[in-house]
């Protein structure tokens, strides 16, 4: 292989690598990033359709986007991609066993949808009190 080809493949493998610290980083923002508000009132803008696409994703059963991104990237690589969804494969291993179903889908959805609300009320009743 040509040394110009080996940096090409090791370009789209660094890529690839940030691209899954992007992922982790939204999914972060998604379930947390409602506290950000607390201090910067405008990041709701930015973190209800954040929140409302990470729990549409997981209810809808999606894969998303970034995803399939990351497979190319890695094919480009010379790596394999991988099949299932970035938190079966990332994440869930780390805390579930592995088998992601829908049902365990639906759980997160609702575990952002019921963090985020529980986050916003708080904000809510603050700005009422002041």
């Known amino acids: 292989m040509s040394s110009a080809w080996e940096g090409a493949q090791m370009l789209y493998r660094v890529a690839a690598d940030l691209l899954v610290l992007v992922h982790l980083a939204f999914i972060i923002f ?15 803008l930015l973190h209800i359709p954040a929140a409302a696409w990470g729990a549409l994703i997981e209810y809808r059963g999606w894969v998303c986007p970034l995803t399939p991104w990351e497979n190319r ?9 991988y099949a299932e969804g970035f938190i079966e494969h990332y994440i869930f291993q780390l805390v579930y066993p592995p088998g992601l179903t829908r049902d365990m889908q639906s759980t997160l959805g609702t575990i952002v949808v019921v963090v985020n ?12 009190r002041h």
Request: hydrophobic share 65%; aromatic share 16%; proline share 0%.
């Open 117 to 128: 609300l529980a986050i916003y009320a708080v904000l809510l009743y603050r700005l009422m």
């Open 30 to 44: 998604v379930l947390a990033g409602g506290f950000a508000v607390f201090k910067w009132h405008w990041m709701a």
């Open 73 to 81: 990237l890695r094919e480009l690589a010379g790596q394999e991609g």
